[in-house]
């Protein structure tokens, strides 16, 4: 997770056109620009598209889907936290893992129309990449801003004897989107109907934590957004070859 104060116009451009980003969005708060960045070399990442740039830089530990439902009134109950497991992928699984990441939400019989792999093969593969945690979720995509939503972006950093009692009042809360961890803390994206309901809920975790230092930017636009990023799924159509 890269943060930054400002970005030209033709950085951005560069950044949409070429960058492995995940993310990309404008804020209004502290931080003017977000990046969601994959690469195995940040320093050279930074090199090549901010080489003028003053940043942050926050390595993501661990990424935390969310069980988002404004509409649910009833006060969330997180499901537990899947483990990471370690499996074998072979050719079969990535060749899955890539027609998945081009739609998530495929029914299996188009998968295996698509991946010439029969149905039951399918369901066994994906059902170990749920039980090893590679996969964390089937979802698609909803556009908030169309309620009335307004989305805001949180910087979160706590003390580690605090941590797992944050996140689980993150979890709980019908608000929070998908939360990122990180060695200090965490990243997470909340979305309530207007501003008092992010007040009551940052209060809430305040209380949990009288030293907590909370950033909240409300996203402004999402300059680019690749739920996979072309980068990663190359990798999978290789590996699936």
Known sequence: ????????????????????????????????????VLTEDVDSFCKEFLPDQHFEIYPITRGIPDNYNAFNLDVKRPEPIKKDKKVKLDKKDYKILYHLSKNSMEPIIKLSEKSKLDRKTIQSRINKMLDANIIQKFRFAVNVFKWGVSAYFLKIDTTPENKQKILLAIRSDNYSGFVYETYTGFFMW???PSHKELFNFTKHLESIDKSIKIDAMQTADVLKIEAVP????????????
Do not use: C
């Open 1 to 36: 997770m890269i943060l930054l104060h400002n970005l030209e116009e033709k950085e951005i451009k560069k950044l949409t056109d070429e960058a492995p980003l995940f993310v990309l969005m404008q804020n209004i708060g502290r931080y003017q620009y977000v990046l969601y």
């Open 190 to 192: 909340h979305m309530p």
């Open 230 to 241: 072309k980068k990663v799924s190359e990798i999978l159509r290789e590996r699936g070859k």
